[in-house]
């Protein structure tokens, strides 16, 4: 079945800490794998977009990875700020289809 | 970037009462534009595909009865919520497939948010 699995759920980090998220997906034939930022009441914007041959993405101080061989992604957050707070998600689309398989997600609130 | 706006913005209806949702997209044309449903805390749900010209493509469980889509244009989609019940509360989500340098993108509104009383 194509999944896409998120980890954690939730996450509170202080102001100018680093933290990342992990994506497991199960989806195949991978096309590529995409990281948005979602804030509360507002549509997803797109952060980083990778393909199979990709393995690292940076947007700033956003910095995806791709290992297409074990279908794991991360997105590592640097410095970061309180306009960071928002849910991210990973989303997984398979070669062939127009269809985004979407994660479930995870908040981040980032304190002062 | 590709910019997607809807209208409105949030809306409070009657149980009873119809609302429509509309999706542009203001700086490309897009053939394909998608509808989301997002419950509190939870991933986007996708609701059907519209496709310009043609009849829209609903996910299963989704009633096309209750949920009219209308492509009309390359930069126009509606959703139109008929009958609308305070289950149908959420916030819905429209995007618009485009394509750049070769990767297809969806572009995303910034949603409408829904309350039937």
């Known amino acids: 079945k194509n999944q896409v699995e998120q980890s954690p759920q939730s996450l509170i980090i202080l102001e100018g800490k680093n933290c990342t998220l992990q994506?497991?997906?199960?989806?195949?034939?991978?096309?590529?794998l995409r990281w948005y930022k979602q804030d509360t009441g507002r549509g997803p914007v797109s952060l980083t977009i990778?393909?199979?041959?990709?393995n690292t993405k940076s947007n700033g101080r956003y910095t995806a990875t791709l290992d297409a061989d074990t279908k794991q992604s991360s997105l590592h957050i640097t410095a970061s700020q309180l306009s960071d707070s928002a849910s991210y998600i990973c989303?997984?689309?398979?070669?062939?289809?127009?269809?985004?398989?979407f994660g479930t997600g995870t908040r981040l609130k980032v304190l002062a | 970037g590709a910019v997607v706006s809807q209208h409105p913005s949030w809306v409070i209806c009657k149980s009873g009462t119809s609302v429509k949702i509309e999706c542009r997209s203001l700086?490309?044309?897009?053939?394909?534009m998608f509808w989301y449903r997002q419950f509190p805390k939870q991933s986007l749900m996708l609701m059907a595909t519209?496709?310009?010209?043609?009849?829209?493509?609903?996910e299963q469980g989704v009633e096309k009865d209750k949920f009219l889509i209308n492509h009309a244009s390359l930069t126009l989609s509606t959703l139109t919520v008929t009958s609308a019940h305070p289950e149908d509360s959420s916030f819905y989500i429209c995007?618009?497939?485009?394509?750049?340098?070769?990767?297809?993108?969806?572009?995303f509104g910034p949603g409408t948010r829904l309350l039937v009383l």
């Open positions: 990778m393909t199979f041959s990709e």
């Open positions: 995007s618009a497939r485009s394509r750049t340098s070769g990767v297809e993108t969806q572009y």
């Open positions: 519209s496709n310009e010209g043609s009849k829209a493509t609903y």
């Open positions: 994506c497991n997906y199960t989806v195949s034939p991978f096309s590529n």
């Open positions: 700086d490309f044309q897009a053939t394909t």
């Open positions: 989303v997984v689309s398979r070669r062939g289809t127009y269809k985004y398989i």
